[in-house]
């Protein structure tokens, strides 16, 4: 089956530096894939739709020069978080919907749990 | 604006217990309704429902959803302690892959 992969899976800063996160796709190509994050007991937000060679999509109340998102790559989008906050720390998901697909099926990765001190 | 809602929040039952998880939802040009089990870490897919009235059905898991009530069930008969987890529905719109998450519901089985 398709699978997604997330560097690093635990990450602690401290507040004021940046950290990048990595989504793979390992077996697939994606064209799109989503960011996530996840509050402690709440479901998933979306973040921000990420389309290969062209700029993300933010949701609403998102800021876009805070979540830097990158889709170099058919295989590869990176989510940089900008001085980082500890408000900032949550659980960061991706998820890649592979190339060609019509319909539904997301796979998504691991997460990273993010931890801004 | 789009919106998917879960019933119950949380449910705590007993190993053996039968449950039922609700989602309902009002969204702009339906495409399609998921659902997902999470535990520790990501979601993992369950279900995509696109057609009303035909019963999905893995194992002790099976869901349905009814197109014209906006609603979908997931059932779990014989539930293990495995079962444990948060059970997330989501719905994708027409002209969109994305994903809009309901509240989730945090199931618990105790021995």
């Known amino acids: 089956g398709a699978v997604v992969s997330q560097h690093p899976s635990r990450v602690i800063c401290k507040s004021g530096t940046s950290v990048k996160i990595e989504c793979r796709s390992l077996?697939?190509?994606?064209?799109?894939m989503f960011w996530y994050r996840q509050f402690p007991k709440q479901s998933l937000m979306l973040m921000a739709t990420?389309?290969?060679?062209?700029?993300?999509?933010?949701e609403q109340g998102v800021e876009k020069d805070k979540f830097l998102i990158n889709h170099a790559s058919l295989t590869l989008s990176t989510l940089t978080v900008t001085s980082a906050h500890p408000e900032d720390s949550s659980f960061y998901i991706c998820?890649?919907?592979?190339?060609?697909?019509?319909?539904?099926?997301?796979?998504f990765g691991p997460g990273t749990r993010l931890t801004v001190t | 604006e789009d919106k998917v809602v879960q019933s119950p929040l949380s449910l705590v039952v007993h190993e053996g217990d039968t449950v039922t998880l609700n989602c309902s939802y009002e969204?702009?040009?339906?495409?399609?309704l998921l659902w997902y089990k999470q535990e520790k870490k990501a979601p993992t897919f369950l279900f995509m429902l696109?057609?009303?009235?035909i019963e999905k059905k893995s194992g002790r898991l099976s869901s349905i959803l009814d197109k014209k009530e906006l609603f979908s069930i997931l059932n779990i008969t014989a539930t293990q302690t495995g079962d444990s987890a948060i059970y997330l529905c989501?719905?994708?719109?027409?002209?969109?892959?994305?994903?809009?998450f309901g509240t989730g519901t945090r199931l618990q089985v105790f021995p």
């Open positions: 998820s890649a919907l592979p190339k060609g697909t019509g319909q539904g099926e997301q796979y």
């Open positions: 077996d697939f190509q994606a064209t799109t």
């Open positions: 990420s389309n290969e060679g062209s700029k993300a999509t933010y």
């Open positions: 969204v702009t040009n339906f495409r399609s």
């Open positions: 696109t057609s009303s009235g």
């Open positions: 989501a719905v994708e719109p027409y002209n969109t892959d994305k994903l809009i």
